[in-house]
């Protein structure tokens, strides 16, 4: 796309002061920096997905029994005896 503007003086001044304080010399690197400034503060960037999990508190995950929900006191704490005795061993 090509752009042909005309700025008033005062956006011609901002225009040189913003170019002088970010040593930006290059116009359609400015106008391509400002542009993605502020699209990003219209439209966030997805997340990833560690941001997804970090944000949702979510912890971990396990491999078990399929009815985990309805006997999971039985279920963990059989693992975690099993870990343990594991970890007892010479």
């Not at 005062?10 to 002088?20: A, G």
């Not at 010399?25 to 106008?31: E, F, G, N, V």
């Not at 997804?52 to 929900?69: K, M, Y």
């Amino acid at each position: 796309m090509q752009i042909n503007i005309e700025l008033n003086e005062e956006y011609e001044s901002k225009l040189f002061y913003v170019q002088q304080k970010t040593d930006q010399k290059d116009l359609k690197a400015l106008l391509e920096a400002a542009i993605d400034t502020y699209y990003n503060q219209l439209e966030p960037p997805p997340k990833t997905a560690l941001e997804i999990f970090t944000e949702s508190g979510f912890i971990g995950c396990i491999q078990a029994a399929p009815n985990l929900s309805t006997n999971y006191k039985p279920i963990v704490s059989s693992a975690i005896q099993e870990r343990f005795n594991r970890s007892q061993e010479p």
